[in-house]
């Protein structure tokens, strides 16, 4: 099973290559690839978040950045999973339904 995160802190997911992940990957059941998304940015900032388009507080990620890094990262075939506040529940079922999927 090969997954990519893409982050702008790929620095946060090294303990993923601990216990249970980490024997996964050592025997070659999971492959796991993490992309900082600054790697996508064209500014001398690696800005990858901007003021809302409608104004208001807080910042929204750049689709920009995202396009390019899902294109190149993303096979036709693969399953994006977009965490949200507002998204539906990960449990048991879902790993499940997701772990049947090609991989």
Not at 2 to 24: C, E, H, N, S, Y
Not at 34 to 47: A, E, G, K, N
Not at 75 to 99: D, Y
């Amino acid at each position: 099973m090969r997954i990519d995160v893409v982050t702008i802190f790929p620095a946060f997911l090294d303990a993923l290559r601990q216990a249970l992940p980490g024997k996964a990957i050592d025997a070659g059941i999971v492959d796991l690839a993490v992309h900082d998304l600054r790697d996508w940015t064209h500014d001398v900032h690696r800005s990858v978040d901007d003021s809302p388009y409608g104004g208001g507080p807080g910042m929204v990620m750049k689709a920009p950045v995202w396009g390019p890094a899902l294109d190149e990262i993303c096979s036709p075939e693969s399953l994006l999973v977009v965490p949200s506040p507002a998204g539906r529940l990960f449990n048991q079922s879902v790993a499940q339904r997701w772990s049947a999927e090609e991989h």
